[in-house]
């Protein structure tokens, strides 16, 4: 299958920001799609939105640290569409702080929504890909895997992490599988300030503010790597405002 209508679409991370805009994008462009987030009332309203509009969209109520509820995600869209084309694992915290303040639950958090949460969502849908002999891994990093900067460095890690799976990843694919990191920059979305450090969110909610791009910025790339021809396999795209160093 080639292109973007007709693939079943599941986003880990659907409910807010850029999984949202991402789904509402693939959606209208004639994807199908299954939304997994822990928000079920944000989910079932987008599920609405896109049905409205005349798309075809499932949710699944599912944490990304559980392996059992990603397992879940993808057998949805088995069920629902009969096979599964792109797996966006997109869900991530950025609850940000300085060492200092030692808030070790937030950095355990954030390995295990980032991390975790991505390793789960390769071992729940490789065998499905494997099985279909096609499918595409879209993963969501950020520009923090590129530069880290202070009061980020436990976030900068987790997605550095999701770089070097990806790119492993991406190696050990063969010629019938597709895997693409996108690395946003400074995104306009509820996640950046959430969690944390209050005066780091303070600071990284002004700075969103000042110059933040809209989430469609990076629905439009993961568009760009999916609409590819099959061959075609587009390794990293890396999305930020202009205004950001
Ligand atoms: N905004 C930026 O500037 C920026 C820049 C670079 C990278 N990113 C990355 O982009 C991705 C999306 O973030 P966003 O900016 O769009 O923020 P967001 O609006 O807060 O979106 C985060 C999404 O992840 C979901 N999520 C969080 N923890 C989850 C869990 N344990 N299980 C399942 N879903 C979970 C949230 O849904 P629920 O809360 O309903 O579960 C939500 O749908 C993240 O990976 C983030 O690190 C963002």
Redesign the pocket.
């Known amino acids: 299958m080639t292109g973007i209508s007709g693939k079943a679409v599941a ?11 991402t789904a509402l994008h693939l959606a209208e462009r004639g994807a199908r799609l299954v939304l ?5 009332e ?2 079932s309203g987008l599920v609405e939105r896109i049905e409205k509009a005349g798309g075809e969209a499932v949710a699944v109520t ?5 392996r059992e ?1 990603v397992v879940r995600l993808v057998a949805t869209a088995q069920e629902r569409f009969g096979r599964l084309d792109v797996l966006f ?6 609850a940000v702080s300085p060492f200092d303040e030692l808030r070790v639950e937030d950095w355990e ?1 954030m390995v ?3 991390v975790k ?1 991505v390793l789960n969502g390769i071992a729940a849908a490789l065998p499905v890909f494997r099985a279909q002999g096609a499918g595409h891994f879209v993963h ?5 895997a590129y530069k880290v900067v202070p009061n980020q460095a436990v ?1 900068a890690a ?2 550095t992490a ?1 770089k070097v799976l990806t790119e492993g990843l991406r190696q050990e694919a063969g010629p019938n599988l597709r895997v693409t990191l ?11 300030g ?1 969690g944390g450090s209050p005066e780091t969110a303070a600071a ?1 909610v002004a700075q ?1 503010d000042a110059i ?1 791009m809209p ?1 469609e910025a ?1 629905a439009r790339a993961v568009a760009f790597a999916v609409e590819q021809p099959e061959t075609v396999d587009v390794g990293e795209i890396v999305v930020r405002p202009t205004a950001q160093g």
């Open positions: 986003v880990a991370g659907a409910s807010s920001g850029i999984g949202e805009a997994g987030a822990r928000r079920a944000r989910l599912m944490d990304v640290r559980r509820d694992s997109n869900a991530g915290s950025m958090s295990d929504v980032n949460g969501t990093a950020s520009t923090a976030y987790t997605k999701v996108v690395s946003p920059g400074f995104t306009n979305t509820e996640g950046i959430k990284l969103r933040a989430p990076i």
